[in-house]
């Protein structure tokens, strides 16, 4: 890995990149989504946000509302004693209970003695609404549309009304902090309206300036004591007209031109959020909206703009995106909008988590419909596997800034597990379980059926890796990644234990998320060593392991972890054919259970492969194929988004384009966000999760290039719909970025850029034609060599360095 050539390409670079771009700027899809009338409910309305302010706009033309939402309000507070100490001694009590196969004395135990005792947990929850009602002259309202740009993530309205053309443009801006609205209207003196609030947290609102100042306290007795205190702050400045606020308003009459700053802060990690606020705004509302729009635009485009998408041309391309959904919902199938859809959730994930993000996206990214966190799984951290999918794009998807917020938390995780990992496990390291929220919970939920799963840390912890492998920052993987893996590590060291029967090395006690199996004639859940434990443990062993010889470190650690891993049981194909959930080849409770935690081994990971371990793979289909024939199939959003992952890993094309079908047509509203639908989990009403968005467009992504088996795999999972089109910028591990164009499903022209010094083998059928390269690439060393039906082409570069192929 990371071998370097001796020339440099740098005579062919400019004319390649021209090249590019002339290639890839054909025939460019729209990256819009808009509609005909108003939103008339949260789930139809528009998202914006900076990373930590976000904001959904409604679009309505008499009575505006926009949704506020700030990542850092949080209910709740710190709980020191959200565990029952345990120990070493009693937990080998425990698990010997589990070693002489007394399971459902086991479970019982377990159930009293390792369950968390959360006090005052929280959950994160909206602010309230932002009013804006207009006044105007008599006339007929014509023209309306509403819509988002994902090229500049500016949300804009227009319609008429007489002969009066309204527009507005609202933007969450990262690099002025701030919501910034901005009205217009074709004839001078034509804007009149009041601003006002209306808030879902108790407030206390003061005029000041002509604008409006608001503060509390969250409170959500439903989670527990405690939560963040708030500030927000509503400025505007005006052409023309008059502006002055009483009574809690802002009114403003006979205006040209208004433009609107918000920003809502809270004293979560900052002790100056009340005069942060009163700056930003300030600071803000003394620039020319000109200045800042361009500057929102650069600072997000230098992100958006690294990839694109396009997977052929629809016949519903014109349509409002509304109307493109009811069609897919009713059986079509839509190209365009499967292309829009990846487009729209890496915007969403920019919109999610900035490097200057305070934390990571959350269940509902930094949106809330004040509908998760009334639930009582709250909007929280779930670990089990929501939020590594809110993440699987990053890194694919050429985001990888985007990963910041989400590797603070974990560093936070690691320091406030360290008391979980000694006080429950007597171990050293850290740990963390099924749910996690901003204040250091990292116990077991209450019940432990669902929220005992310690090596939920390891599984969050692997993203640090995947960073890296795609990166191959140095610098990063020695101060920031390798010192919280291999604290991980310590602590699976610690907490495995050897099965006197069978001499492997056993997680536990522990879950399959959420899963349960039955056990001479009960329903149980808790077992020592479920294969998700065993692919989580290899997972963290071989990282570290690899990190440790990178950094040239801790050789007689790595050896320590070699030597356990010998002790490893093998992933197991049960006596139905499918991969086996738990030690014991056990019947599972619930065939229909959404959760498939046993197949990490295939996707995100890379243990279980068609290529080196094809029974296993065939093992993992069969687990699919039984849960999804099973009745009553539980298929939630992100259920469906880890089918099309699982299913691309398979190279099964058909497959896994009938889940991205299904998954718009079943688990998105109209304004392609997707949802848990009504009766899931408890659930009375659909309700918003941003994980599909996330893995979904993963699993696009997953199913156009592969990396993980030490090459680069094209089109593994191509299906006929899309069978012409390109993309550009998408990642692969090793530091590279690849464009791509294709046409009939055959490839046409590859570009590689490196972003680290390395070689890069490319897979390319032969059926694709011969590879070509131009003139000047002789520079470049290329080997070839001949598998069955593929050509297999190693390029070696340079940071910074591309080279262009295409097959004829």
């Given at each position: ?25 054909q025939?460019v ?20 946000g ?11 033309i ?21 565990e ?9 009590d425990?698990?010997?209970l ?11 135990v ?6 968390g005792?959360p006090h005052?947990f ?7 609404d ?7 002259p008599?006339g ?15 949300n ?15 933007f969450?801006?990262?690099?002025d ?8 209207a ?5 804007l009149?309206l ?8 108790e ?13 509390g306290?969250?409170s ?5 004591p ?14 023309d ?34 005069e942060?606020c009163t ?10 909206y ?21 997977l052929g ?6 349509l ?20 829009l ?12 988590s900035?490097e200057n ?10 949106w ?7 639930m009582?799984?709250?909007?929280d ?13 990053s890194?694919?998807?050429n ?11 974990i ?9 979980t ?7 050293r ?12 919970y ?19 912890a692997?993203?640090l890796?995947?960073?890296y ?22 602590f ?7 099965d ?7 997680t ?9 199996f ?6 149980l859940?808790?077992?020592?060593m ?14 570290c ?10 050789d ?7 030597m ?5 049981p093998?992933?197991?194909i049960?006596?139905?054919?499918a ?15 959404r959760?498939t935690?046993?197949l ?8 279980i ?24 199939w539980?298929?939630?959003?992100w ?19 009938e889940?991205?079908?299904?998954l718009?047509r079943e ?13 899931i989990?408890g659930?009375?009403y659909?309700?918003?999760i941003f ?5 979904g ?22 299906p006929?719909?899309?069978?012409t089109?390109y ?7 090793g530091?590279?970025?690849v ?17 680290a ?6 897979k ?18 290329i ?6 039906n593929?050509n ?17």
């Amino acid at each position: 890995m990371r071998k370097t050539c001796s020339i440099l390409l740098i005579s062919i670079i400019t004319i390649l990149i021209t090249n590019v771009q002339f290639v890839f700027s054909q025939n460019v899809p729209s990256s819009t989504l808009w509609y005909e009338q108003p939103a008339d409910e949260w789930m139809k309305s528009l998202p914006l946000g900076n990373g930590r302010i976000g904001a959904m706009v409604f679009g309505g033309i008499e009575t505006e509302t926009i949704a506020l939402n700030e990542v850092t309000m949080w209910s709740g507070q710190p709980d020191k004693f959200q565990e029952r100490p345990l120990g070493k001694t009693m937990l080998n009590d425990i698990r010997q209970l589990f070693f002489e196969g007394k399971y459902a004395k086991g479970n019982r135990v377990v159930s009293e003695f390792m369950s968390g005792t959360p006090h005052s947990f929280g959950s994160h929850v909206p602010a309230g609404d932002l009013k804006l009602k207009f006044r105007y002259p008599a006339g007929t309202i014509s023209g309306y549309k509403r819509e988002l740009n994902l090229d500049n993530a500016i949300n804009t309205v227009s319609y008429k009304i007489g002969n009066v053309q309204y527009t507005r443009e609202y933007f969450c801006s990262n690099p002025d902090n701030a919501l910034i609205i901005h009205l217009t209207a074709s004839k001078s003196r034509s804007l009149s309206l009041d601003i006002s609030l209306d808030m879902l947290r108790e407030s206390v609102i003061t005029d000041v300036d002509n604008g409006l100042e608001f503060s509390g306290k969250v409170s959500f007795p439903k989670q527990g004591p405690g939560g963040v205190n708030f500030k927000g702050k509503v400025a505007v400045s005006a052409k023309d007209g008059k502006v002055s606020a009483a009574n809690s308003m802002i009114n403003i009459e006979g205006a040209t031109e208004v433009t609107l700053i918000l920003d809502l802060r809270t004293d979560y990690n900052n002790k100056q959020y009340k005069e942060d606020c009163t700056g930003t705004v300030d600071k803000a509302l003394s620039q020319t909206y000109n200045l800042l729009r361009n500057r929102h635009i650069n600072d997000y485009s230098n992100l958006y703009k690294r990839v694109d998408l396009f997977l052929g041309r629809s016949e519903a391309d014109k349509l409002p995106t509304d109307r493109r959904w009811e069609r897919v919902k009713a059986g079509k199938e839509d190209v365009g909008l499967d292309a829009l859809f990846f487009l729209y959730a890496r915007y969403l994930l920019i919109a999610a988590s900035r490097e200057n993000s305070p934390l990571p996206a959350n269940l509902q990214g930094i949106w809330n419909d004040n509908l998760a966190c009334n639930m009582g799984w709250t909007n929280d951290y779930h670990l089990d596997i929501n939020t590594q999918q809110n993440y699987w794009l990053s890194n694919i998807g050429n985001l990888h800034e985007c990963n910041v917020p989400l590797f603070g938390y974990i560093k936070d995780l690691s320091v406030h597990g360290r008391k979980t990992a000694k006080n429950v496990y007597g171990a050293r390291g850290w740990a963390a379980n099924t749910v996690a929220n901003v204040w250091g919970y990292t116990a077991s939920g209450q019940g432990v059926n669902w929220g005992l799963f310690p090596l939920a840390g390891s599984w969050i912890a692997s993203h640090l890796w995947a960073h890296y492998v795609y990166t191959l920052d140095d610098g990063f993987l020695r101060d920031e990644a390798y010192p919280i893996l291999k604290s991980n590590a310590e602590f699976l060291l610690d907490y495995m234990v050897q099965d006197p029967e069978s001499g492997y090395l056993m997680t536990g006690p522990g879950t399959s998320p959420e899963n349960s199996f039955r056990y001479k004639g009960d329903e149980l859940s808790v077992s020592l060593m479920p294969a998700c434990d065993r692919q989580l443990a290899y997972e963290a062993f071989t990282s570290c392991i690899e990190a440790s010889k990178i950094l040239k470190t801790d050789d007689k650690f790595r050896d320590s972890l070699n030597m356990a891993l010998k002790k490893f049981p093998p992933i197991m194909i049960g006596k139905n054919g499918a991969v086996q959930e738990w030690f014991e080849d056990l019947e599972e409770a619930q065939a229909n259970h959404r959760h498939t935690t046993h197949l990490l081994a295939l996707y995100p990971f890379s243990q279980i492969s068609p290529v080196k371990t094809p029974d296993l793979a065939n093992a993992a289909r069969k687990t699919i194929e039984y849960r999804l024939a099973a009745p009553n199939w539980e298929d939630v959003e992100w259920s469906r988004a880890n089918m099309i992952c699982l299913y691309a890993r398979l190279f099964d094309a058909k497959k896994a384009y009938e889940s991205v079908v299904q998954l718009q047509r079943e688990f998105t509203r109209e304004n392609l966000l997707t949802i848990s639908p009504e009766g899931i989990a408890g659930a009375p009403y659909d309700i918003f999760i941003f994980d599909g968005n996330e893995a979904g467009g993963a699993g696009i992504a997953e199913m156009l290039i592969q990396s993980h088996e030490g090459y680069i795999e094209l089109l593994p999972a191509l299906p006929q719909q899309w069978n012409t089109g390109y993309f550009r910028g998408l990642c692969v591990r090793g530091g590279g970025e690849v464009d791509l164009k294709w046409k009939e499903g055959r490839v046409r022209n590859i570009v590689i850029k490196a972003t680290a010094d390395n070689e890069f083998t490319f897979k390319v059928a032969k059926s694709h034609g011969d590879i070509s390269f131009p003139k000047g690439a002789d520079n470049v060393r290329i080997q070839r060599n001949t598998e069955r039906n593929h050509n297999f082409i190693t390029v070696s570069l340079k940071k910074g360095q591309s080279l262009e192929m295409n097959c004829k």
